[in-house]
C-alpha cells in the first residue's frame, strides 16, 4: 500500500492491471470460443465495453485481501472476476431499463440491433439486440467464475470465498427481480426500497467484495464481521448516492441518460421520499408527471424543481453522512493496518462524494 497522498495513483493503476487482465482474457475466450461462430461482433462489443469499468467492486476485493495478507498479483488477478460480474449486471439492467445508452456509447443491446439491421437479417432487430445482450451477459457471468477459479490462488483460499461469492450473486439476482416489483404508481414503503438497494447494490458494490477479499486472505471473523458493518453502510450510503445522480446527475457520472430514473419512474429513496415530504398539491403534480407517457427536457427539470423543494435531497444526503459514521466507526473498532484503515475511508469518499 501506498501512502495516503498516493492512494488516487494506487487505485488507477489498480484499474489499470484489472481491465488489462479483462481484455487479455476476454481476448482469449473470443478467440477460442467464438471464430467461426459468425458472434464475432460480441467480441467487440464486450472489449470496448469492459474498458469504461470504473473497478470499484476490484479495489473493495483487493482492499480486503490486503486486510489480511501482503500484495499479490495472484489476488489482484482474482479481482478482475468482478469487473465481469459487473459487466453482466450492466448489459442485463439495460435491457431491463430499456436504457440507450451506457458509459458514454449505444447499450449493448442498441449496438447488436444496429448490427442486426445493417445486414438486412429477418425478423425484429430490437429483439435480436436484446438477446444477443442477454446471452453475452450469461457468457460473463460463466467467465467470471472462471476467472476466479483459474486465478491461481490456492484451493483452500477459494473455498474460503465461495460462499460470500454465490451469496453476492444471489442477493443480486433477487435484488433485481425485487426491483421488477416496486411501482412507483402504488408507491413502496422506503424501508422496501432500501432493502432493495441493499441486495442488488449496496452488499454487491462494497460489503461482499471486502469480504470475499478478507475472507481469501485468512481474516478471522471478528475482522469479517466489521468489514461487513463498513461494507453494509458504505454500500448503502453509494446507493443512496446513486439514486440523486440518477434524478440530478450528467451520463457522466452515471453512465447512464440525463433524468434516467425519472424517464423510468423508478421508485428509488429520492423519489419515495419527496412524495412522501410533498403536500398534496405537489403529490397531484408527481401523479400526473408519474403517468406522462413522454418527459421532455421542460418536464424532466419541473420534476427535478418539485422533488428539491420537498426537502427530499437534503435528507437522503444526512442519510448518507449517517452511514459513512457508521462505517469510519467500524474501521475504528477493527484492528486493521492504519493505512488499510485510511484507505478504507478514502474510498468511503469516492462512493458518496460522487459529482451531481
Known amino acids: ?113 444496429d448490427w442486426h439491421r445493417q445486414r438486412g437479417m429477418s425478423g425484429s432487430s430490437r429483439r435480436f439486440g436484446e438477446s444477443a445482450a442477454i446471452l453475452l451477459g450469461d457468457l460473463c457471468l460463466i467467465w467470471a467464475e472462471q476467472v476466479l477459479r483459474d486465478c491461481g490462488l490456492e484451493d483452500h483460499q477459494l473455498q474460503r470465498a465461495w460462499p460470500r461469492y454465490d451469496a453476492m450473486r444471489t442477493e443480486l439476482a433477487v435484488g433485481q427481480f425485487a426491483d421488477l416489483t416496486l411501482d412507483m404508481r402504488n408507491l413502496p414503503t422506503l424501508d422496501a426500497v432500501l432493502g432493495v438497494a441493499r441486495m442488488k447494490s449496496g452488499n454487491y458494490t462494497v460489503r461482499r467484495p471486502l469480504e470475499i477479499g478478507a475472507a481469501m486472505a485468512g481474516c478471522d471473523e471478528p475482522t469479517l464481521s466489521l468489514l461487513g458493518d463498513y461494507g453494509s453502510a458504505v454500500g448503502e450510503a453509494f446507493q443512496l448516492r446513486d439514486d440523486i445522480l440518477g434524478i440530478f446527475g450528467s451520463p457522466t457520472d452515471t453512465g447512464k441518460p ?14 419515495v421520499a419527496a412524495y412522501q415530504m410533498a403536500d398534496t398539491a405537489v403529490r397531484r403534480e408527481f401523479s400526473d408527471l408519474i403517468n406522462t407517457d413522454t418527459l421532455d427536457d421542460d418536464a424532466l427539470d419541473h420534476w427535478r424543481r418539485l422533488i428539491f423543494a420537498t426537502g427530499a435531497v437534503q435528507w437522503i444526503e444526512e442519510l448518507i453522512t449517517q452511514r459513512v459514521n457508521i462505517a469510519q466507526k467500524a474501521l475504528e473498532d477493527s484492528g486493521i493496518d492504519m493505512l488499510i484503515k485510511a484507505a478504507l475511508a478514502d474510498m468511503a469518499g469516492v462512493c458518496t462524494r460522487r459529482a451531481a
Not at 440525463?258 to 423519489?271: I, P
Request: with cysteine; charged share 25%; aromatic share 8%.
Open 1 to 113: 500500500m501506498p501512502a495516503l497522498d498516493q492512494f488516487h495513483s494506487w487505485r488507477e493503476d489498480l484499474r489499470r492491471s484489472v481491465l488489462a487482465e479483462i481484455s487479455e482474457f476476454v481476448s482469449a475466450r473470443c478467440a477460442d470460443e467464438m471464430v467461426g461462430c459468425r458472434v464475432d461482433v460480441a467480441g467487440a462489443v464486450l472489449l470496448k465495453f469492459v474498458e469504461g469499468g470504473k473497478c470499484l467492486r476490484s479495489t473493495f476485493m483487493y482492499l480486503g485481501w490486503l486486510c489480511g495478507a501482503p500484495a499479490s498479483a495472484t489476488a489482484l488477478r482474482a479481482t478482475a472476476s468482478l469487473e465481469l460480474l459487473q459487466t453482466f449486471a450492466l448489459l442485463q439492467d439495460d435491457v431491463m431499463d430499456d436504457s440507450p445508452s451506457r458509459r458514454g456509447r449505444p447499450a449493448a443491446h442498441v449496438q447488436f440491433a
Open 258 to 271: 440525463n433524468g434516467g430514473d425519472l424517464l423510468e419512474r423508478k421508485a428509488t429513496s429520492v423519489m
